[in-house]
């Protein structure tokens, strides 16, 4: 059974690593997944997993970018660590809306919205929304294409569109990199800006959960420290080729082949559950 339960979270940990960075919802895919594969795990330690699995997404953004984010490093000039500086301190402020809205509603949206109905219709709905705003969006060669030079205001909006995937099936990402497109950002730059912003926001979450988790004294079990293990692992090392895959492809293609991706998969998901019930 321990080894039916690691080969699972090893999936679990593909879907979060390939879904986290690609602007189709790693919560809501999570979320479908547990329903169709459960974990042999309390109710409590899935709801602490289901986040803190971020984690080993988190460190594939800091390995990836550490020369890059690292405001110390002895390489860098004057200007250039003042630079990274007011990115971090961009990056902060984008993550205020989130962060505040996050904390009042969180155990609301955990007791309402993680669900296979959200998850598929914000699928769908962010699906078309993505169709949308390529084909409507003009060409801008204007637009910010370096991520350092994003101003605090448009960090600030980016930061109130991120406050839409709390909402289970949207993507964190998806929400992110459309809100700084929309913005006047590139697809590279709008990419780049969101993995930054996923750095704080998903190790708050993942904090505010390990916080919740103990609070309620609830306990691990050798098995689901295992889990636990194998998934943030396998998230880390996946989310290495994802985080890559989607720099690259932003660079030369829009992003209408997610949206349409989204709308399949939400369709699929609530005829499924019409046809033979949860």
């Given at each position: 059974m321990l080894l039916i339960e690691l080969l699972k979270a090893l999936l679990y940990g593909i879907v979060e690593g390939?879904?986290?960075?690609?602007?189709?919802?790693?919560?809501?895919?999570?979320?479908?997944?547990?329903?169709?594969?459960?974990?042999?795990?309390?109710?409590?330690?899935?709801e602490f997993f289901e986040v803190v699995i971020q984690l080993g997404a988190i460190l594939a953004v800091?390995?990836?970018?550490?020369?890059?984010?690292?405001?110390?490093?002895?390489?860098?000039?004057?200007?250039?660590?003042?630079?990274?500086w007011g990115l971090w301190f961009r990056v902060l402020v984008a993550i205020i809306?989130?962060?505040v809205v996050g904390l009042l509603?969180?155990?609301?949206?955990?007791?309402?919205?993680?669900?296979?109905?959200?998850?598929?219709v914000a699928l769908i709905v962010y699906g078309v929304a993505f169709l949308f705003i390529e084909r409507m969006r003009p060409t801008n060669r204007t637009a910010t294409q370096d991520a350092e030079a994003v101003s605090y205001k448009t960090?600030?909006?980016?930061?109130?569109?991120?406050?839409?995937?709390?909402?289970?099936?949207?993507?964190?990402s998806g929400?992110?990199?459309?809100?700084?497109m929309l913005l006047g950002l590139s697809r590279p730059a709008a990419a780049e800006f969101s993995f930054f912003m996923a750095i704080p926001t998903m190790a708050g979450a993942s904090l505010l959960k390990a916080v919740k988790f103990i609070a309620e004294g609830a306990t691990v079990t050798t098995t689901e420290w295992g889990i636990l293990a194998v998934g943030?692992?396998?998230?880390?090392?996946?989310?290495?080729?994802?985080?890559?895959?989607?720099?690259?492809?932003?660079?030369?293609?829009?992003?209408?082949?997610?949206?349409?991706?989204?709308?399949?998969?939400?369709?699929?998901?609530?005829?499924?559950f019409l046809m033979f019930g949860r």
């Open positions: 390939i879904t986290e960075w690609l602007p189709i919802s790693s919560t809501g895919h999570l979320i479908l997944l547990e329903e169709f594969l459960p974990l042999d795990v309390s109710p409590a330690f899935w800091i390995v990836l970018y550490f020369g890059r984010l690292n405001p110390f490093a002895p390489s860098k000039s004057s200007a250039e660590k003042k630079r990274t809306p989130s962060a509603i969180d155990d609301w949206l955990d007791a309402h919205l993680y669900n296979y109905v959200t998850v598929a960090a600030f909006l980016i930061g109130a569109f991120q406050m839409l995937a709390l909402i289970p099936g949207t993507s964190r929400s992110t990199i459309l809100g700084a943030c692992v396998t998230a880390f090392l996946v989310s290495l080729a994802a985080i890559k895959f989607l720099t690259d492809f932003v660079k030369r293609h829009s992003f209408a082949s997610f949206g349409v991706y989204r709308i399949v998969l939400g369709a699929l998901v609530l005829g499924y």
